[in-house]
C-alpha cells in the first residue's frame, strides 16, 4: 500500500513562494513517476509538474506550460520526498495541491493513470 502525504500548503500574497512536500513510502519499480497536480474550485484537475527516475535516478522533469520558471520539482531519495518550490506565485495558482505515483514505460511525459494520490495541501494567493 502506497502512502502519500503532502505538506507545506498555505496563504501566501501574489509573488510570493511556497514549497510543497510529499513524502512517500517505499514504492521502488525500477520506473517510477511522482507528479503534482492541482484542481481550484469548479475547474478540473490539472497536472503541474512531474519527475521520472529511472532505475532509481531522476532524470526528467515535466511542467505545465503555466508554470514553467516559476515551479521546481526535485526528488529527495534519502528522505522519500518530493518537493514542489513555487515562486511568483498569482490568484490563478490557488488550489488544492496534490501529489500522485505511479510507475512508467518511458518515452514522453503522460499525466494520466497515476494509481496512487494523496489526500492534497492547499494553496491559496492573494492579490
Known amino acids: 500500500h502506497v502512502q502519500l502525504v503532502e505538506s507545506g500548503g498555505g496563504s501566501v500574497q501574489a509573488g510570493g513562494s511556497l514549497r510543497l512536500s510529499c513524502a512517500f513510502d517505499?514504492?521502488?519499480?525500477?520506473?517510477?513517476?511522482m507528479a503534482w497536480f492541482r484542481q481550484a474550485p469548479g475547474k478540473e484537475r490539472e497536472g503541474v509538474a512531474a519527475?521520472?527516475?529511472?532505475?532509481?535516478?531522476?532524470?526528467?522533469?515535466y511542467y505545465a506550460d503555466s508554470v514553467k520558471g516559476c515551479f521546481d520539482i526535485s526528488r529527495d531519495n534519502a528522505k522519500s520526498t518530493v518537493y514542489l518550490q513555487m515562486h511568483s506565485l498569482k490568484p490563478e495558482d490557488t488550489a488544492m495541491y496534490y501529489c500522485?505515483?505511479?510507475?512508467?514505460?518511458?518515452?514522453?511525459?503522460?499525466?494520466?493513470?497515476?494509481?496512487?494520490w494523496g489526500q492534497g495541501t492547499q494553496v491559496t494567493v492573494s492579490s
Open positions: 519527475i521520472y527516475t529511472y532505475g532509481g535516478v531522476a532524470l526528467d522533469t
Open positions: 500522485a505515483t505511479d510507475h512508467h514505460y518511458g518515452g514522453s511525459c503522460d499525466w494520466s493513470d497515476f494509481g496512487y
Open positions: 517505499a514504492y521502488t519499480p525500477a520506473n517510477v513517476r
